[in-house]
Protein backbone atom coordinates (compact mmCIF):
# COMPACT_ATOMS: atom_id res chain seq x y z
CA UNK A 1 0.00 0.00 0.00
CA UNK A 2 1.46 3.39 -0.63
CA UNK A 3 2.38 5.67 1.76
CA UNK A 4 -0.46 8.58 2.52
CA UNK A 5 0.40 12.04 1.98
CA UNK A 6 0.24 12.99 5.69
CA UNK A 7 2.74 10.04 6.65
CA UNK A 8 5.10 11.00 3.89
CA UNK A 9 5.14 14.66 4.79
CA UNK A 10 5.87 13.63 7.93
CA UNK A 11 8.82 11.04 7.15
CA UNK A 12 10.42 13.95 5.06
CA UNK A 13 10.43 15.88 8.32
CA UNK A 14 11.63 13.73 10.36
CA UNK A 15 14.59 12.63 8.20
CA UNK A 16 15.41 16.88 7.91
CA UNK A 17 15.12 16.57 11.96
CA UNK A 18 17.83 13.31 12.23
CA UNK A 19 19.95 15.60 9.42
CA UNK A 20 19.80 18.96 11.96
CA UNK A 21 20.84 15.99 14.88
CA UNK A 22 23.92 15.19 12.92
CA UNK A 23 24.94 18.56 12.19
CA UNK A 24 24.44 19.66 15.82
CA UNK A 25 27.01 16.78 16.97
CA UNK A 26 28.77 17.60 13.94
CA UNK A 27 29.79 21.12 15.85
CA UNK A 28 29.49 19.66 19.37
CA UNK A 29 32.50 17.23 18.04
CA UNK A 30 34.54 20.45 16.71
CA UNK A 31 33.57 21.99 19.66
CA UNK A 32 35.45 19.64 21.79
CA UNK A 33 38.12 19.09 19.87
CA UNK A 34 38.93 22.95 20.50
CA UNK A 35 38.28 22.44 23.92
CA UNK A 36 41.14 19.71 23.53
CA UNK A 37 39.19 17.09 24.81
CA UNK A 38 39.58 14.45 21.29
CA UNK A 39 37.94 11.50 22.84
CA UNK A 40 34.80 13.49 23.27
CA UNK A 41 35.28 14.62 20.15
CA UNK A 42 35.25 11.16 18.83
CA UNK A 43 31.99 10.39 20.91
CA UNK A 44 30.07 13.07 19.29
CA UNK A 45 31.95 12.22 15.98
CA UNK A 46 29.95 8.68 15.98
CA UNK A 47 26.98 10.15 17.33
CA UNK A 48 26.94 12.53 13.67
CA UNK A 49 27.60 8.91 12.17
CA UNK A 50 24.35 7.51 13.89
CA UNK A 51 22.51 10.92 12.94
CA UNK A 52 23.14 10.19 9.33
CA UNK A 53 22.28 6.34 9.54
CA UNK A 54 19.24 6.92 11.48
CA UNK A 55 18.33 9.74 8.52
CA UNK A 56 18.88 7.74 5.51
CA UNK A 57 16.83 4.43 7.35
CA UNK A 58 13.45 6.49 7.21
CA UNK A 59 14.83 7.40 3.59
CA UNK A 60 15.33 4.25 1.94
CA UNK A 61 12.06 3.42 3.85
CA UNK A 62 9.91 6.11 2.37
CA UNK A 63 11.64 4.79 -1.50
CA UNK A 64 10.29 1.59 0.03
CA UNK A 65 6.78 2.44 0.64
CA UNK A 66 6.92 4.39 -2.38
CA UNK A 67 7.09 7.82 -1.53
CA UNK A 68 8.69 10.90 -2.46
CA UNK A 69 11.82 11.68 -0.80
CA UNK A 70 12.01 15.51 -0.66
CA UNK A 71 15.18 17.22 0.81
CA UNK A 72 15.05 20.47 2.13
CA UNK A 73 17.43 22.81 4.07
CA UNK A 74 19.37 22.06 7.37
CA UNK A 75 18.95 24.49 10.08
CA UNK A 76 22.53 25.89 11.06
CA UNK A 77 23.37 24.20 14.46
CA UNK A 78 24.52 26.44 17.42
CA UNK A 79 28.22 26.61 17.44
CA UNK A 80 29.22 27.48 21.25
CA UNK A 81 29.31 25.45 24.65
CA UNK A 82 31.41 26.75 27.70
CA UNK A 83 31.73 22.81 28.51
CA UNK A 84 31.69 19.43 27.82
CA UNK A 85 28.82 19.46 30.60
CA UNK A 86 27.41 22.18 28.96
CA UNK A 87 27.52 19.63 24.80
CA UNK A 88 25.62 17.22 27.06
CA UNK A 89 22.90 19.20 28.65
CA UNK A 90 22.46 20.50 24.90
CA UNK A 91 22.30 16.78 23.56
CA UNK A 92 20.01 15.53 26.99
CA UNK A 93 17.42 18.38 25.86
CA UNK A 94 17.90 17.74 22.12
CA UNK A 95 16.94 14.18 22.31
CA UNK A 96 14.21 14.85 24.34
CA UNK A 97 12.78 16.61 21.73
CA UNK A 98 13.25 13.68 19.04
CA UNK A 99 11.31 11.71 21.21
CA UNK A 100 8.69 14.07 21.12
CA UNK A 101 9.35 13.50 17.83
CA UNK A 102 9.22 10.19 16.56
CA UNK A 103 6.15 9.77 19.41
CA UNK A 104 3.84 12.04 17.08
CA UNK A 105 5.09 10.39 14.21
CA UNK A 106 3.64 7.34 15.75
CA UNK A 107 0.52 8.82 16.65
CA UNK A 108 -0.25 10.40 13.03
CA UNK A 109 1.15 6.24 11.63
CA UNK A 110 -1.70 5.23 14.32
CA UNK A 111 -4.40 7.98 13.22
CA UNK A 112 -3.38 7.22 9.37
CA UNK A 113 -4.01 2.97 10.21
CA UNK A 114 -0.20 2.89 8.38
CA UNK A 115 0.35 -0.44 10.58
CA UNK A 116 3.62 -0.95 8.52
CA UNK A 117 4.34 2.61 9.76
CA UNK A 118 4.03 1.75 12.99
CA UNK A 119 5.99 -1.58 13.34
CA UNK A 120 9.17 0.26 11.24
CA UNK A 121 8.62 3.16 13.85
CA UNK A 122 9.16 0.78 16.57
CA UNK A 123 13.17 0.61 16.46
CA UNK A 124 13.19 4.69 16.46
CA UNK A 125 11.33 4.58 19.69
CA UNK A 126 13.78 1.95 21.26
CA UNK A 127 16.66 3.52 19.75
CA UNK A 128 15.21 7.03 21.61
CA UNK A 129 15.45 5.04 25.14
CA UNK A 130 18.63 4.38 24.24
CA UNK A 131 20.18 8.08 23.09
CA UNK A 132 18.23 9.41 26.20
CA UNK A 133 19.86 6.69 28.44
CA UNK A 134 23.71 6.94 27.44
CA UNK A 135 23.47 10.73 26.92
CA UNK A 136 22.33 11.20 30.53
CA UNK A 137 24.63 8.86 31.97
CA UNK A 138 27.54 10.28 30.63
CA UNK A 139 26.33 14.06 32.15
CA UNK A 140 25.88 12.57 34.89
CA UNK A 141 29.89 11.43 34.82
CA UNK A 142 30.69 14.24 33.33
CA UNK A 143 29.08 16.55 36.42
CA UNK A 144 31.35 13.84 39.17
CA UNK A 145 33.95 14.56 37.01
CA UNK A 146 33.63 18.53 37.53
CA UNK A 147 36.57 20.23 39.36
CA UNK A 148 38.43 16.79 39.22
CA UNK A 149 40.66 16.99 36.12
CA UNK A 150 42.18 13.62 35.90
CA UNK A 151 38.82 12.00 36.30
CA UNK A 152 38.09 13.95 33.39
CA UNK A 153 40.66 12.87 31.32
CA UNK A 154 40.08 9.46 32.18
CA UNK A 155 36.35 9.95 31.21
CA UNK A 156 37.55 11.32 27.90
CA UNK A 157 39.38 8.23 26.97
CA UNK A 158 36.44 5.82 27.30
CA UNK A 159 34.66 8.11 25.16
CA UNK A 160 37.48 8.47 22.76
CA UNK A 161 36.71 4.32 22.41
CA UNK A 162 33.50 4.35 21.31
CA UNK A 163 33.57 3.22 16.72
CA UNK A 164 30.37 3.67 14.73
CA UNK A 165 28.65 0.13 13.94
CA UNK A 166 25.82 0.49 11.39
CA UNK A 167 23.00 -0.05 12.97
CA UNK A 168 20.17 -2.38 11.39
CA UNK A 169 17.20 -0.44 11.27
CA UNK A 170 13.43 -1.33 10.60
FE1 LIG B 1 18.34 10.16 15.75
O1 LIG B 1 18.51 10.00 17.52
FE2 LIG B 1 19.43 11.46 18.14
O2 LIG B 1 18.53 12.76 17.39
Redo the contacts with the bound molecule.
Keep these: MAISTKMEAAFNAQIN??M???Y??LSMSCQAQDLKLKGIANWFKV?YD??IA??MGLLNYLHDRGGRVILTAIEAPRTEWESAIAMFENTCE??AK?TGLINEMVSLAMEEKDYAAIQFLDW?VK??VE?EATADEILGELRLAENAPGALLMLDRELGARTFVAPVIG
Design positions: AEYSALYQEEHAHEVYEQE
